[in-house]
């Protein structure tokens, strides 16, 4: 469709242990707003699911409240928490941005998980609740981003679909 491909480019970056929350947040809002010259629209932060041990993203929230952003949305585990992949594996809350493209539509360019949890068991089963487990806190909390290309131009250019960008 007009904002999605079956192949795209992903530009992304990762850490484990040399920064988290406060610096990928602001590292993102930094080349949006500044380098990009990019309004954000509105973010989103994990809204918590206390029964699995698993607090609402209040330091997110916090970071963002601190660098000016006010569209601050709460969403749950299928939309805003990353992983596990496979049958065991790092996982944690995600953060987004969506910034406006030429129809005036709120695009989301850019996603930052926080894998602040380990989770050993299924994406499944975390989401089903039902097996009991909990996530465990990682003793090194890692980040990994990703923004996509085709959609990153489509708001910078003020286009109404990717296909109407200058990468098409």
């Not at 970056?13 to 080349?31: C, W």
């Not at 930052?112 to 989770?119: A, G, L, Q």
């Not at 085709?150 to 990468?167: G, N, P």
Request: net charge negative; hydrophobic share 35%.
């Amino acid at each position: 469709d007009e904002r999605h491909l079956t192949f795209f480019e992903m530009m992304g970056n990762f850490s484990f242990g040399g920064y988290f929350k406060a610096s990928a947040i602001e590292y993102a809002y930094k080349f949006l707003t500044k380098e990009m010259e990019l309004d954000i629209s509105y973010v989103t932060i994990f809204q918590g699911k206390e029964d699995i041990g698993v607090p609402k993203d209040e330091e997110s929230r916090k970071i963002w409240q601190s660098l000016g952003v006010k569209d601050i949305r709460e969403e749950g585990m299928e939309d805003v928490f990353w992983g596990p992949t496979g049958s065991a594996g790092p996982c944690g809350p995600t953060t987004e941005i969506y910034c406006k493209n030429g129809a005036g539509q709120d695009i989301e360019v850019w996603n930052i998980v926080f894998n602040e949890f380990f989770f050993n068991g299924s994406r499944e089963e975390l989401l089903s609740g039902t097996s009991g487990k909990k996530p465990e806190k990682l003793s090194t909390p890692g980040v990994d981003t990703g923004m996509g290309l085709e959609r990153l131009a489509m708001c910078v250019q003020k286009t109404k679909t990717i296909f109407e960008t200058d990468l098409f």
